[in-house]
């Protein structure tokens, strides 16, 4: 059922991940993202997916959801590991047949290029799960902030994307009950060719379209109604404040991005 | 001969499978004869839009079955369609599911996927425009351009020219002024009048039930709680008000006249029969 989809992936919980500033989230994620790409050997990559395994264990987010949310790069990560196979030589040859010749810097390629992949998903994934996308934009508005000097529209980019969160759960019930109707009108949506499916969407995505303007008018006049003129002076009910916790942790993503670099040059890069 | 529709044990989960999982209709067995005007009223939640969501098979039950015509509708895939056309479903708000370029092009939505013949296209649809007074001149122009009202009842035109055998309304009146509900309790009662076809009106108001219905089934908590006359079921008033439903207005002022000792009958249900009955009260007094 079109119900089912979850949006944002928000998993409600009380682990030190879910009461951390979502500023502080923000930019340790992307922190780690690009301590990610600065490993070049084993150990330190190890100790980056070592970071994201004790963090999902610690975020009490269930293995399951976390696999859950793996499953959808299972064939980027097929794909990038045969490519690596194939085409990185050096090293012992293990097989070679057909022009193609499996070695070991190939193997050892792929692999660590495939836990460098998990290890991204794991800690971007981790932050939608302890974080509610209203926050998400919250902070990244916050982290953004700074641009206004360019004269970006934060605010109002930040208002435009939760605005669009806020709306997707009403979308799909709209589409919901339009596909109800059409089909009690007797709309044929499940046979047929493609060319034939997408014109039997036109009946669901007009009203769909015409609906949403609607809404959208409605929210414009019911904003303004409230005196909504923008991020100028505007306060929040809820104060996002930084405790000893964010420090803390901002303290310990540069300990382990430090360790990366220190690894880094210690040990045999293999990319 | 068989009921226009009938449930055996119909019973529907959602969130199936999950922590969550409610039976939003449990173990319902239900009749309806053909020719019948049914009235189904029942508390937000109470299950009424999940049970007649299955009359069509727009909802396939998770046990029981659903029979129209005395065939069950989930039979093959082709029973399934042609339930679609033998049981119209008129949801609420019915003016959103408007897309075509003209009001014409879209009442005949419905009969071009029944796949008849142009003239009878043509045909189906006038009778339908004229029948829910969309006016001819309208025909030709957009959807979009008509006023709430009269896209409302383009939108039931849409429904009704595939003529089926069984007309189900969700909320039919929601959102219109008085005259606008009058105007559609009329109509629902002419159509049913004129095509002889069983009809099911789903309802928040009481009024408007006790106005037109021939049966009332009464839905609380997922199952059938009550089900017989305007009569029968307006005088539990006070099994109704514990499933936070009520009795009609006129039907609770007589009941308040009652109690004044003033003497009137208890069964009066719509407005027309409560004035007749004051007024011969009046006469009867100014008389003496």
Known sequence: ?271 | MSFAIETVNLTHYYSKGTVQQVAAIDNVNLQIEKGELVGIIGHTGSGKSTLISHFNGLLKPDSGKVLVDGVDIWKDKETLKQSRFKVGLCFQYPEYQLFEETVYKDIAFGPKNMKLSEAEIKERVLRAAEFTGVKAEHLNKSPFDLSGGEKRRAAIAGVMSMEPEVLIFDEPAAGLDPRGRKDLTELIKNYRKQTGSTVIVVSHSMEDIAGMADRIIVMNNASVAMQGSVDEVFSKGGELREMGLNVPEITEIFAKLRARGIDVPANVYTVEQGEKILRSLIEGRSAK
């Open chain 1, 1 to 271: 059922m079109i119900r089912d989809i979850t949006i944002g992936q928000y998993y409600p919980g009380k682990s030190v991940l879910h009461r951390l500033d979502p500023r502080m989230k923000l930019i340790l994620t992307f922190l780690l993202i690009v301590t990610i790409f600065l490993c070049k050997s084993f150990f330190s990559l190890g100790l980056i997916a070592l970071t994201a395994v004790i963090a999902a264990a610690i975020s009490s987010v269930p293995a399951k959801m976390m696999l859950k949310s793996l499953k959808p790069i299972v064939i980027i990560l097929v794909f990038t590991a045969v490519l690596n196979i194939i085409y990185t030589e050096g090293g012992t040859v293990y097989f070679e047949k057909w022009g193609i010749a499996i070695t070991e810097k190939g193997v050892n390629t792929a692999i660590f290029t495939m836990i460098r992949i998990v290890t991204l998903v794991i800690i971007s994934s981790l932050l939608t799960y302890t974080t509610t996308p209203t926050m998400l934009t919250d902070a990244i508005e916050r982290v953004l902030s700074p641009l206004k000097i360019f004269k970006i529209k934060v605010h109002t980019l930040a208002m435009m994307m939760t605005l669009a969160l806020r709306f997707i759960p009403t979308l799909i019930e709209e589409i919901d009950r339009i596909m109800n109707a059409q089909k009690a009108r007797g709309a044929d949506l499940e046979s047929g060719g493609i060319i034939q499916r997408a014109k039997a969407l036109v009946p669901i995505f007009i009203p769909l379209m015409v609906s949403s303007f609607r809404r959208a008018y409605e929210l414009a006049f019911a904003m303004t109604c409230r005196c909504y003129t923008g991020g100028e002076g505007r306060t929040r009910m809820k104060q996002m404040k930084l405790a000893f916790r964010d420090f803390s942790a901002l303290v310990l993503c540069l300990a382990i991005t430090a360790g990366v670099v220190v690894l880094n040059h210690f040990f045999e890069a293999v990319i």
